[in-house]
């Protein structure tokens, strides 16, 4: 089950985002975690996603690029099986161009 853990309001234009999470399994197994940036209800690639050892905590860094139509919500969506999200950041930056390989 995955919940929205940050999310920003932005205009249109070209961005870099970078996410910064994590997550503590309160779970005695290993447990995958995984984040994805949304620009309004479209889920963005590449997708964050590690596993985290029984009863740890993991840090998670995502980086991704989108140009945004019109202004809209960014939002941050992250979950795994019995995952408790750390406090998580999203970064937009504004660029003038944007050059995707």
Do not use: W
């Amino acid at each position: 089950m995955s919940c929205e853990v940050v999310s920003l309001s932005l205009p249109a234009g070209k961005y870099v985002f970078t996410v910064t999470s994590g997550a503590h399994n309160e779970d005695s197994s290993p447990q995958g975690f995984t984040c994805t940036i949304y620009v309004g209800q479209t889920g963005l690639n590449p997708v964050g996603s590690l596993y985290i050892p029984g009863h740890s905590s993991l840090p998670l860094t995502l980086v991704s690029v989108a140009t945004v139509a019109s202004a809209t919500t960014v939002s941050v969506r992250c979950g795994g099986f019995q995952q408790t999200p750390l406090p998580s950041t999203l970064s937009a930056v504004l660029v003038t161009n944007l050059i995707q390989q």
